[in-house]
């Protein structure tokens, strides 16, 4: 697939803070595209900067070849992580609002249907719960039709019946054909969401392509999954275990022999649990820390 958006080089810096290191990606028409890592690990700099609102100190960003133009950013729609709604206005009158802003604008009804707002487009939008609060804001991000839709961690804070919720309405919105880039540290949704995903820390892209893909080329088979305790020199070397607060992680696609010596070297059981590998798991590999915390991860060198 050809890129549609071609990112080369990009790089930011904030007085002695180096946010963004040179980074390049594409996204090809139509797709979800997800760029996930932790807090402060540069997304929101990056998508800022893609859509023109931070202006990048080295590369290039490009559009259907070209750099962003008047008319390309016509054809964009932002859901920031915070927006800021005129006070006393429903829903409805935010959209009327922010569909006057466009020459070409979707009927609001159209929008309240699409991201299903009927129930309470006519309220206060400071009454709304924050699920209602992020449809609503997707709403006014897809006021102008836009061919682009970036979304800045549209599900934090939601619980998770909200976030389903979300996610079936971004599958809707992705079905009309829209090219999505979306930013999120929950590893979950970017399975779920993206055809396509980058994974940042510390500014620079440590892992790139189809979550699935990502997940066989780097995980064979299952993880084991056993408490904290100490192991014998024999597991150490067969199993190569990786420690991640409080708890071992065993990569194996021989389950049952790896169970079997876990057992004759007594290993505690208690807590075991066996599962396959996601993209949690693959941070956890990449860096040596988890993506929702800073727990201590050490690697274990296999003895020998
Ligand atoms: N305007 C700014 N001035 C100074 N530093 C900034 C600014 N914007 C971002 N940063 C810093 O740049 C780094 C990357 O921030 P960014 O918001 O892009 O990360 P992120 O991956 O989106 O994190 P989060 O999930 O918390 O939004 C962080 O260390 C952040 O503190």
Same mark, same amino acid.
């Given at each position: 697939?050809?890129?549609?958006?071609?990112?080369?080089?990009?790089?930011?810096?904030?007085?002695?803070?180096?946010?963004?290191?040179?980074?390049?990606?594409?996204?090809?028409?139509?797709?979800?595209?997800?760029?996930?890592?932790?807090?402060?690990?540069? *997304?929101?700099?990056?998508?800022?900067?893609?859509?023109?609102?931070?202006? $990048? /100190?080295?590369? #290039?960003? @490009?559009? %259907?070849?070209?750099?962003?133009?008047?008319?390309?950013?016509?054809?964009?729609?932002?859901?920031?992580?915070?927006?800021?709604?005129?006070?006393?206005?429903?829903?409805?009158?935010?959209?009327?609002?922010?569909?006057?802003?466009?020459?070409?604008?979707?009927?609001?009804?159209?929008?309240?249907?699409?991201?299903?707002?009927?129930?309470?487009?006519?309220?206060?939008?400071?009454?709304?719960?924050?699920?209602?609060?992020?449809?609503?804001?997707?709403?006014?991000?897809?006021?102008?039709?836009?061919?682009?839709?970036?979304?800045?961690?549209?599900?934090?804070?939601?619980?998770?019946?909200?976030?389903?919720?979300?996610?079936?309405?971004?599958?809707?919105? *992705?079905?009309?054909?829209?090219?999505?880039?979306?930013?999120?540290?929950? $590893? /979950?949704?970017? #399975?779920? @969401?993206? %055809?396509?995903?980058?994974?940042?820390?510390?500014?620079?892209?440590?892992?790139?392509?189809?979550?699935?893909?990502?997940?066989?080329?780097?995980?064979?088979?299952?993880?084991?999954?056993?408490?904290?305790?100490?192991?014998?020199?024999?597991?150490?070397?067969?199993?190569?275990?990786?420690?991640?607060?409080?708890?071992?992680?065993?990569?194996?696609?021989?389950?049952?022999?790896?169970?079997?010596?876990?057992?004759?070297?007594?290993?505690?059981?208690?807590?075991?649990?066996?599962?396959?590998?996601?993209?949690?798991?693959?941070?956890?590999?990449?860096?040596?820390?988890?993506?929702?915390?800073?727990?201590?991860?050490?690697?274990?060198?296999?003895?020998?």
């Amino acid at each position: 697939m050809s890129a549609f958006i071609q990112v080369n080089n990009l790089s930011k810096s904030f007085k002695k803070l180096h946010a963004v290191k040179g980074i390049s990606f594409s996204v090809p028409k139509g797709i979800c595209f997800g760029l996930l890592g932790p807090n402060g690990a540069g *997304k929101t700099t990056t998508i800022e900067m893609m859509e023109g609102i931070v202006g $990048m /100190d080295g590369g #290039e960003i @490009l559009y %259907d070849g070209e750099p962003l133009s008047r008319a390309m950013n016509q054809r964009i729609g932002i859901q920031f992580q915070h927006t800021a709604l005129q006070d006393h206005l429903t829903g409805r009158e935010c959209l009327k609002m922010f569909a006057s802003f466009y020459s070409h604008a979707l009927a609001v009804d159209d929008l309240v249907e699409l991201c299903q707002l009927a129930d309470f487009a006519d309220q206060d939008h400071r009454k709304l719960s924050g699920g209602q609060k992020q449809r609503l804001l997707l709403a006014i991000a897809l006021v102008n039709d836009p061919q682009i839709l970036f979304l800045d961690e549209p599900t934090t804070g939601l619980d998770p019946h909200a976030r389903r919720n979300f996610w079936d309405l971004i599958n809707r919105i *992705k079905a009309l054909g829209k090219t999505i880039v979306l930013t999120t540290h929950y $590893m /979950d949704e970017a #399975e779920y @969401l993206c %055809d396509d995903i980058a994974i940042m820390d510390k500014g620079l892209i440590i892992a790139r392509g189809a979550p699935r893909e990502l997940l066989a080329e780097h995980f064979n088979g299952v993880l084991i999954r056993l408490r904290q305790q100490p192991l014998s020199q024999e597991v150490l070397e067969q199993c190569q275990p990786r420690l991640d607060g409080a708890y071992w992680y065993i990569n194996t696609d021989k389950v049952e022999k790896t169970l079997k010596l876990l057992v004759e070297q007594q290993v505690e059981m208690d807590g075991l649990h066996v599962k396959s590998a996601n993209l949690d798991d693959l941070f956890l590999k990449l860096t040596g820390h988890g993506l929702q915390g800073n727990t201590e991860t050490q690697e274990v060198a296999s003895a020998g």
